[in-house]
């Protein structure tokens, strides 16, 4: 069997993935990101030392080779902000960029601005990252990908035609002169790292070679299967891994789904479990629930297990990671969502229609607390806590495998085997 892990979001985003995939790539040779760009966000300690990042694994901590996929769409600006970031670890030898990435240029930015100004009382709330423009061009094929940053001639042609389609709405004059010069520039400080990065997976595949794939954001935040229209403009699920690096199904091992011992939210939507009172607060600040991208406060809310079970039948999650359970740690009781009522009707599955789902009421069950922190990591796990567990496992039908009771690789506790 092929030795590949996908590690992806159960809720909706901001589960601790970057934390996990942390501490899982010591285990593998190569760290691949499928989707996304500078959207997401994550912070990673290593012996002391904080590293935000937004588009590279963290893989690149542990000296591992990192590829950025064609699924996604990356603003070089940023990338290179983040290489100097990590430039003890060699990024110029170790980052591989698909050549088929899109590129997020300054006018995708000031675009993402305007359609949430026009949506107005409906906007999504989005990082303003440029995002949901990015895709747009991609999918209206009038995107520019990193290959183009190479050759100057080429890249100004499709800057000059891609800025005809937005001229009509944006504010700012864009000289394409300019830009192209700044990305042909970038471009070619790049030019090693850009490189057809699925055949370079595939090949270390059948040679042997471990990979494990990163998914941003989460499976609620998924464009086909999220509360569209409050999502993301990728395919967060495990579909995403196959088309954003370019590799058959079959060589997606294993999946590890990760889910935050509670729920957070951030932009707009609907959120079944929110809780707007003393213990939200408690959380937000225990918890340090800060978006690491926007800085915005995150919503909060009891785990829901059916979001979490939806997205691991979605994905075919093999095992389950649960971050921050140490938040929990020292209250009285924990609810769990595990049905909704809506009308006289009980019901387990997520509508499609966000108006449907917003009209939903969680229905709980209660666990007695526990204490457990980070300086417990080798002790046993409470019974309290272990019950938490087990209800997890049994309603969700995956094994969970992994525990974090704190920011630090240290503070992460193994339940079995992966
Ligand atoms: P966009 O991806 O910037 O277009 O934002 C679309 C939606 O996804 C908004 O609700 C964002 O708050 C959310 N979002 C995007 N990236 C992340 C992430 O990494 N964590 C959590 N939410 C995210």
């Not at 999946?255 to 959120?271: D, H, I, L, S």
């Not at 918890?287 to 829901?304: A, K, Q, V």
């Not at 006289?344 to 204490?371: A, C, H, M, T």
């Amino acid at each position: 069997m092929f030795k590949t892990m996908a590690v992806l979001g159960l809720q909706f985003g901001d589960e601790g993935k970057g934390k996990i995939i942390d501490y899982l790539s010591s285990r593998f040779d190569i760290v691949a990101r499928y989707q996304g760009g500078a959207n997401a966000g994550h912070t990673v300690v290593v012996s002391g030392k904080t590293y935000k990042f937004h588009l590279i694994p963290s893989g690149i901590l542990n000296r591992k080779i990192c590829v950025l996929g064609n699924g996604m769409v990356i603003d070089p600006v940023e990338l290179l902000k983040e290489m100097d970031m990590v430039g003890e670890y060699s990024p110029l030898k170790r980052i591989l960029i698909s050549e088929r990435a899109h590129v997020v240029l300054p006018f995708h930015k000031e675009m993402d601005r305007i359609e949430e100004e026009i949506k107005s009382s409906g906007k999504v709330g989005t990082t303003g990252k440029g995002i949901g423009p990015a895709y747009q061009d991609k999918y209206a094929r009038i995107g520019i990908r990193f290959a183009d940053l190479l050759d100057k001639n080429i890249l100004e042609k499709k800057i000059e035609m891609n800025l005809k389609f937005k001229e009509k709405f944006l504010n700012e004059k864009y000289d394409v002169k300019k830009i192209t010069d700044e990305y042909w520039r970038i471009g070619k400080k790049l030019k090693r790292n850009i490189v057809d990065t699925s055949i370079f997976l595939r090949k270390s595949i059948e040679n042997g070679k471990s990979v494990l794939f990163e998914g941003a954001q989460g499976t609620h935040l998924d464009v086909d299967f999220g509360m569209y229209p409050y999502v993301t403009s990728s395919n967060t699920t495990v579909g995403g891994v196959i088309t954003g690096l370019g590799i058959p199904p079959k060589y997606v091992g294993k999946v590890m789904g990760v889910m935050k011992a509670y729920t957070t939210k951030v932009g707009e939507g609907p959120f079944p479990t929110e809780i707007k009172d003393n213990i939200a607060k408690y959380i937000l600040e225990k918890g340090n629930e800060y978006g690491t991208t926007t800085g915005r406060p995150r919503r909060i809310g009891w785990l829901d297990l059916n979001l979490v079970k939806y997205s691991v039948n979605l994905s075919g999650v093999n095992y389950i990671a649960i971050s921050k359970i140490d938040i929990l740690s020292g209250l009285d009781k924990v609810k769990v969502a595990y049905a909704y009522r809506i009308g006289n009707k009980k019901i387990k599955n997520i509508p499609s229609r966000v108006e449907d789902i917003q009209k939903l009421e969680p229905i709980y069950r209660e666990f007695d607390g526990w204490e457990f922190t980070e300086k417990d990591v080798k002790k046993d796990i409470p019974r309290n806590m272990m019950k938490y567990i087990r209800f997890i496992e049994k309603f969700t039908g995956a094994k969970v495998r992994i525990l974090s009771l704190g920011p630090a690789r240290e503070n992460t506790k193994l339940l079995g085997p992966i």
